[in-house]
């Protein structure tokens, strides 16, 4: 049973160029919520989407916008990079529901020069 | 607004002692507390999770945490560490709202455990 699996793992780009990260979600999950993690910090929520629907965003510009597939899995895009944009990208699955425990993906992690 | 707490950025222990790390949460409604443990280049994997009845949470690892509503805490202990439990450690409280139940994490602790 593969658990979250997020690509590619380490991603360099230099400032103003856009990214796209990918998420695909533990088998039987139907909802996937993004993270940004800095260096040295917890986690902060990007945005959560169910159903093809973005359902909740944090505290993120417009640069940083998703989709979800049918299929369930996921991208985050990010345009106009800035190098505070350097940090670990955190994919999450669950089940919809109340009290459904998030599953994590190892991480992208993303150097902006 | 929901806000976690870590109160040690760093603990540092050596192996087979006990150890406490610390949260403290703000909530104005009820809430579902969860540790999350982060070994190095990898993403988060679940330790415990309270969401209702008893306030002792037994999780993997041999780790365990107590809900105590009245401090407002959920501190995670485990009573003989080893090596291999050298991590950063993350509290976070599931705020559900607008049908959706986001985690917001405390900063971490990072536990290392010495020889």
């Known amino acids: 049973d593969a658990g979250v699996t997020q690509s590619p793992t380490h991603l360099i780009k230099t400032r103003g160029q856009q990214v796209t990260l990918r998420c695909s979600p533990k088998?039987?999950?139907?909802?996937v919520s993004w993270y940004q993690q800095a260096l040295g910090q917890g986690p902060q929520f990007i945005f959560q989407y169910y159903e093809e629907e973005e359902r909740q965003r944090g505290n993120f510009p417009d640069r940083f916008s998703g989709h979800q597939f049918p299929n369930y899995s996921s991208e985050l895009n990010v345009n106009a990079l800035l190098l505070g944009d350097s940090a670990l990208y955190l994919c999450?699955?669950?089940?919809?529901?109340?009290?459904?425990?998030?599953?994590f993906g190892d991480g992208t992690r993303l150097s902006i020069l | 607004a929901q806000s976690v707490t870590q109160l040690d950025s760093q603990v540092p222990v050596f192996e087979e002692a006990p150890v406490e790390l610390r949260c403290n949460y703000s909530?104005?409604?009820?809430?579902?507390l969860f540790w999350y443990v982060q070994y190095p280049n990898q993403g988060l994997q679940l330790l415990l999770k309270?969401?209702?009845?008893?306030?002792l949470v037994k999780g993997i690892n041999g780790f365990e945490a107590e809900f105590n509503k009245s401090q407002t805490s959920f501190h995670l202990r485990k009573p003989s560490v080893h090596i291999s439990d050298t991590a950063e450690y993350f509290c976070a409280v599931s705020d559900w709202t607008y049908n959706t139940d986001k985690l917001i994490f405390g900063t971490g602790t990072r536990l290392q455990v010495f020889p």
């Open positions: 088998s039987g999950h139907d909802t």
């Open positions: 309270y969401l209702s009845g008893s306030t």
């Open positions: 909530s104005s409604v009820s809430v579902y």
């Open positions: 999450a699955s669950s089940l919809t529901g109340d009290n459904q425990p998030q599953h």
